[in-house]
């Protein structure tokens, strides 16, 4: 008896720790389909999309439409969060998760077979939105359940590192779309990309997702879901976004402020700074697509090590001191675009998007799922991240773009806009009671 039940304990302890790490491979594989889909589009649109699809309306409002749909597939996030939320906390985490990878890669193929305005006239910039859609709709259902299955499998001291895959998966989704998009620039003139290269990465995106698959059917179902809620769900909740809602109204409001240092950061160095050194500094966009490289390959690694940190020295600390980074790297960042001095517009990029941006989002998938109970914390987690998302983060680079122009191209509302978000996270974090889990 005293022999067998350390060997069992051991077995446990072992099986509990391979579904650990597959939850957490499978959470980040899933990450890198959606965010190299979404990505993606948001990297064409500042480059491609203004001419294909919105030609007839003049270069700064095609810019301003192509942006403009960009935010679309923020604006069905939300959706995709209450949907696949819901049956998430009903079904399980697994079963949405196989969904979303799928919807999300087959729509990014097939914005990579559209026809442009010239061949379908305005149906072209239609079924562009419609897929936009698609893709927002799918992404609102992924981070969610991505986050639960790494968190709720993790080592309970362990959280922030084993869940942050899948703001990795980020990392290398921008290294793969920036990457592929700046190869293709690079291997052809100008016409032939904006005529058909720039499809290529598009319809790459269908070997990730049958990669993806491949990872996430070996997958098992969270094991707290399974303790909580039931193997088939027969303890679920009926209404998991209203009992989220009822029980922690509050919780939507603080992952909202919560973000916004983290979207506002990466947006404006990943999309409006690339399409506001190109139109009105006329710099060349390889030079920005490099630094989106840069920035999304460091990440690879800064994003763990920030969670690791995070894991022993506390949530809070690490996310107020990565906030804190942002609002006072905002002025030197465009004031280094301004003089077009790229050493320094490198050093701040890296300040925004790999010191500010992952030290904000290392520690977000248990500070926001554990606001939660288990059995509505799919739909609670997962709504309340999306909405921020389209808050604050869909349409920053329009809102950028739009701030400028409004000030005859000066940057200084940018800097402005960035710079009070960051600082709205940070005293948001600041007054957060430690049970709230963020220590």
């Known amino acids: 008896m005293s022999t067998t039940r350390p060997q069992a304990s051991a077995a446990t302890h072992r099986n509990a720790r391979s579904q650990a790490r597959k939850a957490a491979l499978g959470s980040f594989i899933g990450a890198v389909v959606d965010w190299y889909d979404f990505l993606l589009y948001g990297i064409v649109a500042a480059l491609v999309f203004n001419a294909e699809f919105f030609p007839n309306v003049g270069p700064a409002m095609g810019t301003l439409a192509a942006f403009a749909t960009f935010g679309v597939g923020f604006l069905f996030r939300?959706?995709?969060?209450?949907?696949?939320?819901?049956?998430?906390?009903?079904?399980?985490?697994?079963?949405?998760?196989?969904l979303t990878v799928m919807m999300m890669g087959l729509s990014t193929a097939a914005i990579g077979l559209l026809p442009s305005f010239a061949t379908i006239g305005w149906l072209a910039p239609v079924l562009l939105v419609t897929l936009r859609a698609i893709q927002g709709f799918a992404v609102g259902g992924e981070w969610g359940?991505?986050?639960?299955?790494?968190?709720?499998?993790?080592?309970?001291?362990?959280?922030?590192?084993?869940?942050?895959?899948?703001q990795v998966g980020y990392g290398v989704g921008l290294v793969l779309s920036t990457g592929l998009i700046a190869l293709i620039s690079r291997s052809m003139d100008n016409a032939a990309f904006l005529s058909w290269g720039w499809r290529l990465p598009f319809l790459f995106s269908v070997v990730l997702?049958?990669?993806?698959?491949?990872?996430?059917?070996?997958?098992?179902?969270?094991?707290?879901?399974?303790e909580k809620v039931g193997k088939h769900g027969e303890h679920r909740v009926r209404l998991p976004i209203v009992e989220a809602l009822l029980r922690h109204p509050k919780a939507f409001l603080l992952i909202i402020a919560l973000r916004l240092a983290e979207l506002f950061t990466m947006y404006i160095v990943t999309a409006f700074a690339l399409s506001y050194s190109t139109t009105n500094l006329h710099m060349?966009?390889?030079?920005?697509?490099?630094?989106?490289?840069?920035?999304?390959?460091?990440?690879?690694?800064?994003?763990?090590?920030?969670?690791?940190?995070?894991?022993?020295?506390?949530?809070?600390?690490v996310y107020i001191i990565g906030a804190l980074v942002g609002m006072f790297s905002a002025v030197p960042f465009f004031v280094a675009l301004e003089a077009r001095a790229t050493v320094w517009i490198v050093i701040f990029a890296v300040m925004l998007a790999n010191i500010a941006h992952d030290m904000v989002v290392s520690v977000q998938q248990p500070m926001f799922t554990e606001l939660f109970g288990t059995e509505y914390r799919y739909s609670g987690a997962g709504v309340g991240y999306q909405v921020a998302s389209v808050v604050?983060?869909?349409?920053?680079?329009?809102?950028?773009?739009?701030?400028?122009?409004?000030?005859?191209?000066?940057?200084?509302?940018?800097?402005?806009y960035l710079a009070i978000g960051c600082l709205i996270s940070v005293l948001v974090a600041a007054r957060m009671k430690s049970g709230r889990k963020l220590d």
């Open 284 to 317: 060349p966009r390889e030079f920005f697509l490099t630094i989106g490289l840069v920035v999304g390959a460091i990440s690879c690694v800064t994003i763990p090590c920030f969670a690791w940190l995070a894991d022993r020295f506390g949530r809070r600390r």
């Open 392 to 416: 604050g983060g869909g349409f920053t680079p329009f809102i950028a773009v739009a701030l400028v122009s409004f000030a005859g191209g000066s940057w200084h509302p940018v800097a402005a």
């Open 78 to 98: 939300p959706l995709g969060g209450f949907v696949f939320g819901h049956y998430g906390d009903r079904l399980g985490r697994k079963r949405m998760l196989v």
């Open 145 to 166: 359940g991505a986050a639960l299955m790494a968190v709720e499998s993790a080592p309970e001291k362990k959280k922030a590192f084993y869940s942050s895959g899948v």
């Open 209 to 226: 997702v049958l990669i993806a698959l491949w990872i996430r059917s070996s997958m098992e179902e969270s094991q707290e879901f399974v």
